[in-house]
Nanobody, 111 residues
Framework: QVQLVESGGGLVQPGGSLRLSCAASGFIFKFYTMHWYRQPPGKERELVAT???????NYADSVKGRFTISRDNTKKTVCLQMTSLKPEDTALYYC?????WGQGTQVTVSS
């Protein structure tokens, strides 16, 4: 079955960087558009970034210029490089494709 496993979250100071990874299995990864979502405390889940099977990317306005989504079809991974992190980036970050979600990885931005 489809499995998505996120990693790379943690506690970082404002202005810092983190790189999230999502390892995928159980489907033909190279054919699928992949997304990163996040859910801040007490708020609804929101789309952060998307990468199509052809490599086209799209970002939420709040992260444009700071976050970069990428994929490695050989390793079946999708990554989210996050820079210039802000306290408002604090959230549980999820990998998503089709109807499947990972368990999430927590990102906390705080001094």
């Amino acid at each position: 079955q489809v499995q998505l496993v996120e990693s790379g979250g943690g506690l970082v100071q404002p202005g810092g960087s983190l790189r999230l990874s999502c390892a995928a299995s159980g489907f033909i990864f190279k054919f699928y558009t992949m997304h990163w979502y996040r859910q801040p405390p007490g708020k609804e889940r929101e789309l952060v970034a998307t990468i199509t099977n052809g490599g086209s990317t799209n970002y939420a306005d709040s992260v444009k210029g700071r976050f970069t989504i990428s994929r490695d079809n050989t390793k079946k991974t999708v990554c989210l490089q996050m820079t210039s992190l802000k306290p408002e980036d604090t959230a549980l970050y999820y990998c998503h494709t089709s109807a499947s979600w990972g368990q999430g990885t927590q990102v906390t931005v705080s001094s």
